[in-house]
């Protein structure tokens, strides 16, 4: 298969990808794994593309699969309406419109030399698995990888396989938390941003990756903050109501920025402010 290379796309020309499997991450979440009918389209860790369902419509959703693999497209989605419901009901087979990749990606180059942390709350650990799938592929280039990864419950964890397999591999030094345990759970219990003080990394020498509910990523940078991590080297990935994707039409404006043109990844400093006025 052809895989083209491309800078960050303008284009609205959707292409037609076939579903290849869906799979239950919890129960209101699962990961579609698409292939192109076409040629495949690389892109960066951090970037989203727009999804068409046929006769339902559009939503914008983060590429969670292997960068280096981008003929295996996958998307990890939550059902809260139309279109992400339709997406979790989908069958092998199906052809969805793909558009993208669009957005500004994650800036793994920042963290080579230094410690890559990464930091995952809930559905978060979608759009920062392509970073830590590139960056494993790449170890050499990174002193630590850390991944703390919180979610409520263990039944809300996603991407459990990945889980087992890194929390096995001494490349990666990952810390998994829920809010509330069930019965038969043995590990931490806690927010997620509550592991930020004691894990182990250079907070002067390293990059972190954020993604996670808002209240959450405003936590996690003041537990940084608080460690001594340079705020430009804080990134968080943002969510807002998104249309055209491609910065003309301005639903998924933040203030004075359009997150699909100038995001959705972010330096803290960017964001903090706007972040933390309400209903903005
Ligand atoms: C850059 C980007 C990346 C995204 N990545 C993912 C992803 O990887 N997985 C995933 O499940 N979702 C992701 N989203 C959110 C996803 O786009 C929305 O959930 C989806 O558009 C909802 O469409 P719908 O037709 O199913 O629901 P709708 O009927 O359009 O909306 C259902 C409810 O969700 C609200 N809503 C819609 N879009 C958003 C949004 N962006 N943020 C907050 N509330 C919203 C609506 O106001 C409404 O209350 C991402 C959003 C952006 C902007």
């Avoid at 959707?14 to 499997?21: C, I």
């Avoid at 559905?123 to 991944?147: D, K, N, S, Y």
């Avoid at 990952?174 to 759970?185: L, M, N, Q, Y």
Wanted: glycine share 8%; proline share 8%; hydrophobic share 45%.
């Amino acid at each position: 298969m052809t895989i083209v290379d491309t800078p960050p796309q303008r284009t609205l020309t959707t292409r037609p990808y076939v579903v290849s499997t869906v799979r239950q991450q919890t129960h209101d979440i699962v990961t579609v794994d698409i292939r192109p009918e076409r040629e495949a389209i690389a892109f960066a860790p951090g970037q989203f593309d727009m999804i068409y369902v046929y006769g339902v419509g559009e939503a914008a959703l983060s590429i969670s699969s292997d960068p280096a693999a981008p003929q295996l497209l996958s998307h990890t989605i939550r059902a809260v309406g139309w279109v992400t419901r339709a997406l979790n009901h989908l069958q092998p087979g199906t052809t969805i419109g793909v558009r993208g990749p669009y957005g500004r990606p994650w800036p793994l180059a920042d963290a080579e030399g230094r410690d890559l942390v990464v930091i995952a709350g809930g559905i978060g650990l979608a759009p920062v698995r392509p970073a830590l799938l590139a960056a494993l592929a790449q170890r050499e280039r990174f002193r630590r990888v850390v991944l703390l990864v919180g979610a409520r419950s263990p039944r809300d964890l996603v991407f459990r396989d990945d889980l087992d397999v890194w929390a096995a591999d001494p490349a990666i030094d990952v810390h998994v938390t829920v809010d509330s345990a069930v019965r038969g759970w043995v590990g931490r219990v806690g927010v997620v941003t509550k592991l930020i003080p004691a894990v182990p990394f250079d907070p002067e020498d390293a990059v972190a990756l954020v993604c996670g509910p808002e209240v959450m990523m405003r936590f996690a940078a003041e537990g940084l903050i608080a460690r001594g991590m340079p705020t430009d080297r804080i990134h968080v990935t943002l969510e807002r109501n998104m249309r055209c994707g491609v910065g003309t039409c301005g639903h998924c404006q933040l203030g004075p920025t359009l997150l699909c043109r100038d995001g959705p990844v972010y330096a803290w400093p960017e964001v903090g402010e706007l972040m933390s006025v309400r209903e903005l």
